[in-house]
Structures are given as C-alpha cells and as structure tokens.
C-alpha cells in the first residue's frame, strides 16, 4: 500500500519559516520525481517545488529563493523549507511521487498570518 504522509505545516507569522515533510513508504522512493504543490481557496493547484531523483530541482518563480527543496532516500522523505513567508503563500500543500504512477499526499495546511 502506497502512502505519502505531509507533516510540518501550521500557524506563522509572515517573515517566519516552516519546515515540511513527505514521508513515503510503498514504493521505490529513490526512483520517483518528487514534488511540492499548494492549493489556496478559490486557486487551482500549483507547482511549488520539485526534485528529481537525482536531485536536480526547479522552482515556482514566487518561490525561488525562499523555499529549498531535498530529500533524503535513506529515509524515504522529501522536504520543503520554507523561508521568509508571506500570507500569500497560505495553503494546503500536497506533495506528489511520479515515476511508472502518480500519487498524492493528503496535504498539510500552512497559513501565514499576523
């Protein structure tokens, strides 16, 4: 059974960071494409962040800069860092494994808010 689990998100301040986790069990993480995506009220998902399986990664332009993506295959989890957050940037946030199939996590909300 394929699970992806998103863990990290929470209440923060603007200019404050939260750290994200996507732990992953049921597959061959190491192979798989992984990605950060955000959905806020009203918007349609987006790509945020994601990483290759050899860890080349790619950026959302509202993104670059403030946000670091990795993972670590030893424990099956990827990572999103997020830095100098701002309200806009409040969503659920989802993370995705592509590789033969697609799966998603069932999300983490962040808000970033005073």
């Known amino acids: 059974q394929v699970q992806l689990v998103e863990s990290g998100g929470g209440l923060v301040q603007p200019g404050g960071s939260l750290r994200l986790s996507c732990a992953a069990s049921g597959i061959m993480f190491s192979a798989y494409y992984m990605s950060w995506f955000r959905q806020a009220p009203g918007k349609q998902r987006e790509l945020v962040a994601a990483?290759?399986?050899?860890?080349?990664?790619d950026y959302a332009d509202s993104v670059r800069g403030r946000f670091t993506i990795s993972r670590d295959n030893a424990k099956n989890t990827v990572y999103l860092q997020m830095n100098s957050l701002k309200p806009e940037d409040t969503a659920v946030y989802y993370c995705?494994?592509?590789?033969?199939?697609?799966?998603w996590g069932q999300g983490t909300q962040v808000t970033v808010s005073s």
């Open positions: 995705k494994a592509t590789f033969s199939y697609v799966y």
């Open positions: 990483i290759s399986s050899g860890t080349s990664t």
